[in-house]
């Protein structure tokens, strides 16, 4: 089993550009999660999915749209990319709900993206 | 991923000593808590997890100690080897995950 793959590893784009980054998961998960992850912090929640054809915000999801039109899939777009996006971007997945009861966040490598 | 390490706390240990790692946490409502390992360039990975009616779970080299009193968390690592050099941090589970910042731990030869 892969676990959680994510695509592309690293990306720059100029300002303005949109993109959108891949996240599969082979372990037949209902939930995934995007985060991202910058110095000094912790992993803050952008969007999250419940289930295939759901979606639903986190705690920083402006700038940011995502789509889960496969259960194994989860997309996350930039629509105008911005330098405050700049970051490393980690896809997640999980077996039970968000408050994970018996089962913890399974995390893909990142995906480290700079805006110029 | 590299740029992690900014401005986190490190501690140094020595190979095969024990080491423990602490996080605070915020929420007296929080019933779950999880540690994770991030090494350079990939992404978290669990340890270890542990739920608010126990104060101690035990795992392979590694114990979590949970004090709800005082909203403390700790992770101790039996015989620190250098593999176990990483980002280290706890996250709380209440009514949404919340991830701590982490705490570098860099294991000498």
């Known amino acids: 089993n892969a676990g959680v793959t994510q695509t592309p590893k690293f990306r720059v784009l100029k300002t303005g550009q949109s993109m959108t980054l891949l996240c599969a998961q082979d372990?037949?998960?209902?939930?995934m999660y995007w985060y991202r992850q910058d110095p000094g912090m912790g992993l803050r929640l952008i969007h999250y999915?419940?289930?295939?054809?759901?979606?639903a915000k986190g705690e920083v999801p402006d700038g940011y749209n995502v789509s889960r039109l496969k259960k194994q899939n989860f997309l996350l777009g930039l629509e105008s990319a911005a330098p405050s996006q700049t970051s490393v971007y980690f896809c997640?997945?999980?077996?039970?709900?968000?408050?994970?009861?018996?089962?913890?966040?399974?995390f893909g490598n990142g995906t480290r993206l700079t805006v110029t | 991923g590299e740029n992690v390490g900014l401005h986190l706390p490190t501690l140094s240990v020595q190979e095969g000593d024990n080491s423990i790692i602490n996080c605070a946490y915020s929420n007296s409502a929080s019933d779950y808590f999880i540690w994770y390992k991030q090494e350079s360039g990939k992404g978290p990975q669990f340890i270890i997890d542990?739920?608010?009616?126990?104060d101690k779970r035990q795992g392979q080299r590694v114990t979590v100690l949970l004090n709800k009193t005082v909203k403390h968390l700790s992770l101790q690592i039996a015989a620190t080897q250098p593999g176990d050099s990483a980002v280290y941090f706890c996250a709380e589970s209440g009514n949404k995950l919340v991830f701590g910042a982490g705490t570098i731990l860099r294991v000498k030869s």
């Open positions: 999915s419940v289930g295939e054809g759901t979606t």
């Open positions: 372990m037949n998960h209902e939930y």
């Open positions: 542990i739920r608010s009616n126990m």
């Open positions: 997640a997945s999980s077996y039970s709900s968000l408050r994970q009861g018996d089962s913890p966040l399974h």
